[in-house]
Nanobody, 115 residues
Framework: QVQLVESGGGLVQPGGSLRLSCVIS????????MGWYRQAPGKQREMVAT???????NYADSVKGRFTISRDNAKKSVYLQMNSLKPEDTAVYYC?????????WGQGTQVTVSS
C-alpha cells in the first residue's frame, strides 16, 4: 500500500517562506510523477506544481518565480519551497503521486499566511 505523508505546513507572515515535504512509502518512487496541489476554503483543489520522473517541472502561474518543486529519489521525497508567501497562498496543501492508472494523495498540511 502506497502512503504519502506531508509535513512542513504552518503559520507564516506575508513575505515569509515555508518548505513542505512529502515522503512516500512503497517501491518504485522514481517512476512516479509527483505534484503539490492546494485547496482553499470554498474553492476547488488546484495544481500548484508538478515534477515528472525525468524532473521536468510545471507551475501554476500564480506561484511561478516564488515556489520551487524538487525531488530526492533516494529519500523517496518531494519538496515544495515556498518563498514570498502571500495571504492568497493560504490553503491545505496536498501531495500527489501518479504512475499509470495509480493515483495517490496525502492527508494534507495546512499553510496559513497571515500577519
Amino acid at each position: 500500500q502506497v502512503q504519502l505523508v506531508e509535513s512542513g505546513g504552518g503559520l507564516v507572515q506575508p513575505g515569509g517562506s515555508l518548505r513542505l515535504s512529502c515522503v512516500i512509502s512503497g517501491s518504485f518512487f522514481s517512476r512516479y510523477a509527483m505534484g503539490w496541489y492546494r485547496q482553499a476554503p470554498g474553492k476547488q483543489r488546484e495544481m500548484v506544481a508538478t515534477i515528472t520522473s525525468g524532473r521536468n517541472t510545471n507551475y501554476a502561474d500564480s506561484v511561478k518565480g516564488r515556489f520551487t518543486i524538487s525531488r530526492d529519489n533516494a529519500k523517496k521525497s518531494v519538496y515544495l519551497q515556498m518563498n514570498s508567501l502571500k495571504p492568497e497562498d493560504t490553503a491545505v496543501y496536498y501531495c500527489n503521486a501518479a504512475y499509470g492508472v495509480n493515483d495517490y494523495w496525502g492527508q494534507g498540511t495546512q499553510v496559513t499566511v497571515s500577519s
